[in-house]
């Protein structure tokens, strides 16, 4: 599958515990992004990489947030300290080429806070 | 700030009737326009996009939308509905408003149900 693989697909968590996901983009995908979708609603920016530089990061990301693509392959978002507010689908995407072209998203990691 | 507007929150056709799933607008300069469709326990999945040029975009699927710029509108359609069609879309906005150049984030719409009755 050359697809952008998520993992793990699925987490609970007790509230206050930290919770790191991973996603690994398509190969040679320089453009990675996280979003975050919940019930009932469309994908919300979260943050989005060039290569391993971080150059965007949405004013919705509190400071227990945080993401790294160390490489500019793989990249991870963890949260800190979880609430239940939390809870949601975390999504990543990757792009290549010039200019703005169209993300291709992974399945997502369902996380659920209790 | 962009926005997109997703007016109906479900759109029910007959299985061989034509549908439109509609997506209302609002951003500064020239839009870069998408679709998205969701299925069950999958990813997102892109079914086109309209950046310039032709007003009437070919996508996957044989889906096609039309961007109408007057009416800031980019609707989704298909000449025959199929029941695998059955899904939630989302339109979705580029943010131009960054720093003049572009942003690289999309801004979503809360989605569409699309259910084809057989």
């Known amino acids: 599958d050359t697809g952008v693989s998520q993992d793990p697909r699925h987490k609970i968590t007790k509230r206050g515990q930290n919770v790191t996901f991973r996603c690994d983009p398509i190969s040679e995908h320089n453009r990675l992004y996280w979003y975050r979708q919940t019930l009932g609603q469309g994908p919300e920016f979260l943050t989005y990489?060039?290569?391993?530089?971080?150059?965007?990061k949405s004013r919705l990301l509190s400071d227990r947030f945080s993401a790294e693509r160390p490489k500019g392959s793989f990249s991870t978002l963890e949260i800190q300290r979880t609430e239940q507010g939390d809870s949601a689908m975390y999504l990543c995407?990757?792009?290549?080429?010039?200019?703005?072209?169209?993300?291709?998203f992974g399945q997502g990691t369902r996380l659920t806070v209790v | 700030a962009q926005s997109v507007a997703q007016p109906e929150d479900q759109v029910n056709v007959a299985e061989g009737n034509p549908l439109t799933v509609k997506c209302t607008y609002s951003?500064?300069?020239?839009?870069?326009l998408f679709w998205y469709v969701q299925y069950p326990n999958r990813g997102l999945q892109f079914l086109l996009k309209?950046?310039?040029?032709?007003?009437l975009v070919k996508g996957s699927y044989g889906f096609e939308a039309e961007f109408n710029k007057s009416q800031t509108s980019f609707h989704l359609k298909k000449p025959s509905a199929l029941v695998s069609d059955s899904a939630l879309y989302f339109c979705a906005v580029r943010d131009m408003s960054y720093s003049g150049a572009g942003s690289y984030q999309l801004t979503f719409g809360k989605g569409t149900k699309l259910s084809v009755i057989p």
């Open positions: 995407a990757s792009s290549a080429g010039q200019g703005f072209t169209e993300a291709f």
């Open positions: 309209y950046i310039t040029g032709d007003n």
């Open positions: 990489f060039q290569n391993e530089a971080q150059l965007e």
């Open positions: 951003v500064s300069g020239n839009p870069y």
